[in-house]
Nanobody, 114 residues
């Protein structure tokens, strides 16, 4: 069992930046890792994924603004979010996945508002 703890969320003005972190209690080396988000009343959607081989994939809505990265030595995943928009407001969740095995964090709130 791997525990995930997200941090770095908060309130930011439109156009601002935040960096989310996801610290894992065990090794992330073998896992594909990703960030998902869920706005009130909506489903949880993929934001960005980085594979074990460090290939990345982004949702169209964040492509060019967000960057996902991983530090296997620190067992940590990051999401750098720039040019934030009000529609980016959501709870952001970290996910580790290897085949049928998946772990989720508890989420961190990101609110983009003036």
């Amino acid at each position: 069992q791997v525990q995930l703890v997200e941090s770095g969320g908060g309130l930011v003005q439109p156009g601002g930046s935040l960096r989310l972190s996801c610290a894992a209690s065990g090794s992330i080396f073998s896992f594909n890792v990703g960030w998902y988000r869920q706005a009130p009343g909506k489903q949880r959607d993929m934001v960005a994924v980085i594979t074990r081989g460090e290939d990345t994939n982004y949702a169209d809505s964040v492509n060019g603004r967000f960057t996902i990265s991983r530090d296997n030595a620190k067992n940590t995943v990051y999401l750098q979010m720039n040019s934030l928009k009000p529609e980016d407001t959501a709870v952001y969740y970290c996910n580790l996945r290897l085949g049928p095995i998946a772990y989720w964090g508890q989420g961190t709130q990101v609110t983009v508002s003036s």
